[in-house]
């Protein structure tokens, strides 16, 4: 059995990007990732600006780069955003895979398998890890010759089941379930989970597709229309305690047909028209229903407290992105705290400090994300009189300062800890 330096369970954004740092280094990675051929992870799939910045090469991957966003209040006021610095929408298909592949590129093993949580055993040399009995090998995954050897994953098919790894640091990479963090941080309770749902819709026949964000009429949570290159993603997300199935997906339905209303009819209203043309709604509904391909996947939300009592990282072991709970608790935007965490977990293992990694995801992104939990409830929550977000969204109508901090939010460039500060500093300053 082949010995391992890391065994990275998980190829999504957060485990791929440590396979590729680690392994351009020299270390000896196996990765692994059990997801079916040609099943998107559940994603907007939107990257910020400050991703972009970051870490320029996710440019190389197939997706859109977007400068504008059209804002909806809950009552349907909108605002235009010109942003100065463009984000960008993959599909999560195109954004995984070249991860995936840069990862083996730089001398990452790359196996098509889904880790067993019950297989995942300490030992005297550090893990063991088995295989999901019976799991096939999906296409997409298939191995490149020059990194995997026919013994660790045959070319296709069906493995025999039960393969087994050995390694000394594991690392927990496999997403909002992950039985790496369950068994080694504990499991998340429902209420620290956000919920997001939607459909992969195509793009409409005229040639406008606008990127949208709606916050919603009486909920807790946004809708979105994220154009890609060659459909649409429509979602909701909200947190577990607002979520009830069947009104949130009647107003996700408004909302997609509010969207392709408006794209044959300028004048129309995203979310209803005094004038509604009946026979025109009733005709994209049928062509939704026909072609719409539903998701629904959890995001992590933590608590405020959570933050201080959770470690991430321990003896030969650490845990990256969704797994660690890193995701923005007000957004649900998550693939740059994936890509952050894998980077300051690889820095720190790489020094032979892997334990360091706690105290710099705190230092670097951990105080922000305490506070977006703070003030999950005011973002959502009233504010003179009305939903904070109405305010936000009127405000930067009139307002170019704080339409700008708005922008500079989207961006990924505003954090929350002074948010209120430039928000008000930028209402006191003339228009
Ligand atoms: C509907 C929805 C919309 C979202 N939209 C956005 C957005 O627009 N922008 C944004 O920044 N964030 C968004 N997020 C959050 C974002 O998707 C995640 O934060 C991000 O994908 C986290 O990356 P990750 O690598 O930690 O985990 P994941 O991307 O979840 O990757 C984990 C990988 O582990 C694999 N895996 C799991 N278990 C095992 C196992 N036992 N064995 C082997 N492999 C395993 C999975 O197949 C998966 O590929 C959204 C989330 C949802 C649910």
Known sequence: MEHFEAL???????????????????????????????????????????????????????????????MYSPSGKRLHLQLEEPFAIYSRIAFDSYLRDRARTAGAEVFAAKISGRGIKRT?????????????????????????????????G???????WTGQMLVGADG???SVARMLAGPLPPSEMEVAFGYRAPLPKSRESPTVIAFLPGWIGYAWAFPRLDHISFGIATTQEAFEHQPLDKLLWDFMLGY??????????LW??????????????????????????RIPGLNDKTWDTRHVCGEGWALLGDAAGFADPVTGEGIYYALRS?????????????????????EDFGRDLKRASQMRRRFYGNFWGAPFTERMIEFARGHRGIKRVLGDLVAGEQGYVDLKKKLARSALRPV
């Open 158 to 164: 069906p493995r025999a089941a039960g393969a087994e």
């Open 176 to 178: 909002t379930g992950s």
């Open 272 to 297: 209803a028209s005094r004038k509604v043309d009946r026979q025109r709604d009733e005709r994209i509904r049928e062509k939704l229903a026909t072609t719409a391909e539903r998701y629904a996947a």
């Open 260 to 269: 392709y209303r408006q794209r044959e009819d300028p004048k129309a209203r």
């Open 8 to 70: 990275i369970v998980g190829a999504g954004p957060a485990g791929s990007f440590a396979a590729e740092l680690l392994a351009r280094e020299g270390v000896k990675v196996a990765l692994f990732d059990g997801r079916p051929e040609g099943e998107p992870k559940a994603c907007g799939g939107a990257v910020t600006a400050k991703a972009l910045k970051a870490w320029p090469h996710l440019l190389n991957a197939v997706g859109r780069t977007v400068d504008e966003l059209e």
């Open 124 to 156: 005297q040399n550090g893990w063991t890890l088995r295989e999901v009995a019976g799991a096939s090998v999906p296409a997409g995954m298939a191995p490149q010759p020059r990194s995997c050897t026919p013994r660790a994953l045959p070319a296709r």
């Open 342 to 362: 894998a980077e300051l977990f690889a820095e720190s293992f790489l020094v032979e400090t892997p334990l360091d990694y706690e105290e710099r995801w705190r």
